[in-house]
């Protein structure tokens, strides 16, 4: 099953922790979202292999885009 | 020949340093070094800095009335009150009001935010303060480095350079002085609490956002308009998106200009006689008191809201109603993820974190209602 991990708040995508294929546990830091100049690390919600990332470094996010899918 | 020599040496300024000039220094160079080192407030505690030193190098006419340099910028800046107002069109550019609108009842909490600078008023008044120094102490608990040099010159020029230094400095330590407070009164069970999602504010209502709210502050406290019509006017530039130009100017060039032209004069204003004063220290106690109460209203109210409501409101977001924008709402979000690093606060807290600078303005404009 798939699992969308969204972004939970809105910001600019500062680094990306992982690549397609990765196994990912949860609580891990899959994602760097930049916002007020400040770093807000973003978990995995739960064990997974990532299957597609659809945001690169740089990118500007909104509130509940799809960052990262995680294939369970 | 030696007599001219002597009256040249007369003339130099090495004969005229006092003791409290040298004080004077040490506080400038401990400003400067807090500014360039540590990267305090930089932007305003460094030309504050400056300031200060060169307020106490003796014979200059610097801060001379009617024709210093210093005495100018002060004068025709900060007491013709321009300077001000005009980084508040800069603030106004820079602030985007959504995260207030996605959940307007976070309004409260940045008027319940105020309560430190209402309680130390009478706190200060009651230890000896004129009301008018008194509520230009206390209107540091707001946190508002402008709205605080805005009220002090009007009601009590005297205290400006302590009252300036003191807000900049407490908005600098803001990281440290909220999380014990904002610790001691909260459960972690109540640090967890997850905030339910804000409604997405339309386009229009942004727009009209700066419009609505000009007209009520002013109707409701007219000696306000000179800060909040500015805040509101950069808004509407933001939010119009048809001004790019006229936003970016404010945002930039002019915020950054009017800031050099802010910090230089406050610091002049300090020299030895005027600020070594056991005064100086009261202020700045009664100031740390100011904050630290109003940080604990702001995270009661919200105690208080979750009794009577639903969706509950994570109290920590209650101590970014002090208008420290956004040194407060990041301190909220890093003492949120402390208790669980998957609860995001930063965007909740900015909503009474932009509604605590209107806040604050407005008890800047009670004050001057009650008082002049």
Redesign the interface.
């Known amino acids: 099953m798939d699992q969308e991990m969204l972004a939970p708040l809105a910001g600019q995508v500062l680094s990306i922790k992982c690549a397609v294929g990765d196994a990912i546990e949860e609580d891990d830091e899959v994602v760097v979202i930049e916002a007020l100049k400040m770093e807000t690390p973003v978990f995995a919600p739960c064990d997974g292999t990532v299957k597609e990332i659809r945001v690169k470094e740089g990118d500007s996010v909104e509130e509940d885009d799809v960052l990262v899918i995680l294939s369970t | 020949m030696i007599d001219g020599l002597h009256s040249l040496l007369f003339q130099s300024g090495f004969l005229h340093m006092t003791l409290g000039m040298l004080v004077m220094w040490v506080i400038a160079f401990v400003l400067i070094y807090l500014a360039i080192a540590k990267e305090f407030e930089p932007l305003l505690l460094l030309p504050i800095g400056f300031g200060i030193l060169l307020a106490n190098l003796p014979l200059s006419d610097l801060m001379e009335p009617g024709q210093g340099l210093l005495w100018r910028f002060y004068h025709h800046g900060i007491q013709w009150e321009v300077i001000p107002p005009l980084i508040f069109l800069g603030l106004g550019a820079l602030t985007d009001f959504r995260p207030m609108l996605a959940n307007p009842r976070l309004i409260f909490l940045g008027a319940a935010a105020q309560g430190g600078v209402y309680v130390t008023f009478f706190v200060a008044h009651a230890a000896g303060m004129s009301l008018d120094q008194a509520a230009s102490i206390g209107i540091i608990g707001g946190a508002d480095g402008p709205t605080t040099i805005y009220l002090t010159s009007k009601l009590a020029p005297e205290l400006l350079g302590s009252a300036a230094v003191a807000a900049y400095s407490y908005m600098a330590l803001v990281p440290i002085i909220q999380p014990p407070i904002m610790k001691g009164l909260t459960t972690k069970a109540e640090r967890v609490i997850r905030m339910k999602?804000g409604r997405k504010p339309s386009n229009l209502e942004v727009i009209l956002f700066p419009l609505a709210a000009t007209i009520v502050v002013v109707l409701l406290v007219p000696p306000a308009a000179a800060l909040i019509s500015m805040l509101m006017l950069g808004n509407l530039f933001r939010e119009a998106k048809v001004v790019e130009r006229l936003t970016k100017a404010s945002q930039n060039e002019l915020l950054n200009i009017v800031t050099i032209f802010l910090g230089l004069p406050v610091g002049a204003t300090m020299n030895a006689d005027t600020f070594l004063r056991p005064q100086a220290i009261s202020i700045f106690l009664l100031g740390l008191v100011a904050f630290a109460v109003s940080t604990a209203c702001g995270v009661l109210l919200a105690k208080g809201m979750n009794l009577v409501s639903k969706d509950k409101i994570n109290p920590l977001i209650g101590a970014a109603g002090v208008s420290a924008v956004?040194m407060s709402?990041?301190v909220v979000?890093k003492v949120g993820s402390e208790a669980d690093?998957?609860n995001?606060l930063?965007?909740y807290a900015?909503g009474p974190n932009v509604a605590g600078v209107i806040g604050t303005v407005i008890a800047a404009g009670v004050f001057l209602t009650l008082l002049r």
Do not use: D, E, G, W
């Open positions: 999602k956004p709402a990041r979000h690093k998957k995001y930063l965007m900015m």
